[in-house]
Antibody
């Protein structure tokens, strides 16, 4: 059974940094593209970034490019999101998701999310 | 980047109703369109992928149609557990994106 468990969320001041982790189990992590997605309070889902199986291909949304860094450790079955220069508008629940890349790309498994609050 | 526009943003319906949600892409995305259901406090759940393929385990009352720029998600007979927010998502571009969501309320 696929499990994705996010951790690392919390309260941080504007301009601060935070590192989110996502622990994966129940599937071959090293064979899967992975992604981060967030939902701000009262807003919809926003895709942030994805990373290929080896980490050689990475894309970011414009809203986080240059501030956030996605990475993975296949030996530890873990996905990460390093978030720097945080702003109030980065307050959200952050989800990691597995991407299936067969006929088309889609997010077929999600974690429960971790809450990040950016406030002074 | 490809913009995804959903309509309506919210709707009120009753159990047993037929409900249709529309999603429009700012450019052609072929059939690279997926639909998700999201309930408060839970992880989003994939319903439909590649515009019209039903994800395993999803009830057959959910269906998807469309290609190019215009897509629909239909719930043939709304059930109590279907009250949620629904999102479309395109995967044509490397910059993946979601629609703004449609909340289905009682």
């Amino acid at each position: 059974q696929v499990q994705l468990v996010e951790s690392g969320g919390g309260l941080v001041k504007p301009g601060g940094s935070l590192r989110l982790s996502c622990a994966a189990s129940g599937f071959t992590f090293s064979d899967s593209y992975m992604s981060w997605i967030r939902q701000a309070p009262g807003k919809g889902l926003e895709w942030l970034s994805y990373i290929s199986t080896s980490g050689s291909t990475i894309y970011y949304a414009d809203s986080v490019r240059g501030r956030f860094t996605i990475s993975r450790d296949n030996a530890k079955n873990s996905l990460y999101l390093q978030m720097n220069s945080l702003r109030a508008e980065d307050t959200a629940v952050y989800y990691c998701a597995r991407i299936t890349t067969v006929t088309t790309w889609y997010f077929d498994d999600w974690g429960q999310g971790t809450l990040v609050t950016v406030s002074s | 980047d490809i913009q995804m526009t959903q309509s309506p943003s919210s709707l009120s319906a009753s159990v047993g109703d037929r409900v249709t949600i529309t999603c429009r892409a700012s450019q052609s995305i072929s059939s690279n369109l997926n639909w998700y259901q999201h309930k408060l406090g839970k992880a989003p759940n994939l319903l439909i992928y590649a515009a019209s393929s039903l994800q395993s385990g999803v009830p057959s009352r959910f269906s998807g149609r469309g290609s190019g720029t215009d897509f629909t998600l239909t719930i043939s007979s709304l059930q109590p557990e279907d009250f949620a927010t629904y999102y479309c998502q395109q995967s044509y571009s490397n910059h993946l994106s979601f629609g703004g969501g449609t909340t289905v309320e009682i």
